[in-house]
């Protein structure tokens, strides 16, 4: 089945670096990407819409310029969390869907990247 | 977007079958029915999904309520592999349409 790949599965940064973490649809086209962020014993909130082509869609809430979304093909979005703090530590996970009608479909989900700002 | 609810958390004995509740009173009628399920350190997992009859597959069974303002899945034998927290999710047909995540079940497995 289709698989979407998350890379790094976790990554230790320094507070005040910038930290890219990648999301490829390994064997199909995804025109949209999702980026989501888990706190420890949280549920999954979405941060952004990632669209091929064309700039990201943010949730409400969630800074622009400190998370960088780039979606440059149909199998690869990247998320760049920028002067990074300890308070951005969280579990980052990406997620795409195979098609245009999409309801009938799963998604799919990465293994998910864990990331420590010290 | 319709909401939905699931207990906070439920236990179970290995080797039964497990019932796990979903409310949707306010779903749509292009709303499809999705569960995923996420293991500890991982991104979530696709479970099952429909639209107005029962599935079946080869993880589990999605039962539908006759007025589609509840499901339950149904994990036919439960491992200690099932302890997950599982999410029930409506997914509208057309677009590219995000997948919002409530809070979810906690399952745990006793051996």
């Known amino acids: 089945g289709a698989v979407v790949s998350q890379h790094p599965s976790w990554v230790i940064c320094k507070s005040g670096t910038s930290v890219k973490i990648e999301c490829r649809s390994l064997d199909f086209q995804a025109t949209t990407m999702f980026w989501y962020r888990q706190f420890p014993k949280q549920s999954l909130m979405l941060m952004a819409t990632?669209?091929?082509?064309?700039?990201?869609?943010?949730e409400q809430g969630v800074e622009k310029d400190k998370f960088l979304i780039n979606h440059a093909s149909l199998t690869l979005s990247t998320l760049t969390v920028t002067s990074a703090h300890p308070e951005d530590s969280s579990f980052y996970i990406c997620?795409?869907?195979?098609?245009?009608?999409?309801?009938?479909?799963?998604?799919?989900f990465g293994q998910g990247t864990r990331l420590t700002v010290v | 977007d319709a909401k939905t609810t699931q207990p906070n958390s439920m236990e179970s004995n290995e080797e039964e079958p497990v019932h796990l509740p979903c409310n949707h009173s306010t779903i749509s009628g292009t709303d499809y029915i999705h569960w995923y399920r996420q293991l500890p350190s991982q991104g979530p997992e696709y479970v099952i999904h429909?639209?107005?009859s029962n599935v079946n597959n080869r993880m589990a069974s999605l039962a539908i309520a006759e007025d589609r303002k509840s499901s339950t899945l149904i994990l036919h034998r439960a491992t200690l592999r099932d302890a997950a927290v599982y999410y029930c999710i409506l997914s509208v047909n057309f677009g590219n349409e995000k997948l919002t995540f409530g809070t979810g079940t906690r399952l745990t497995i006793i051996p």
């Open positions: 997620s795409a869907r195979e098609g245009r009608f999409v309801g009938d479909t799963e998604a799919f």
């Open positions: 990632s669209n091929e082509g064309s700039k990201a869609t943010y």
């Open positions: 429909g639209l107005t």
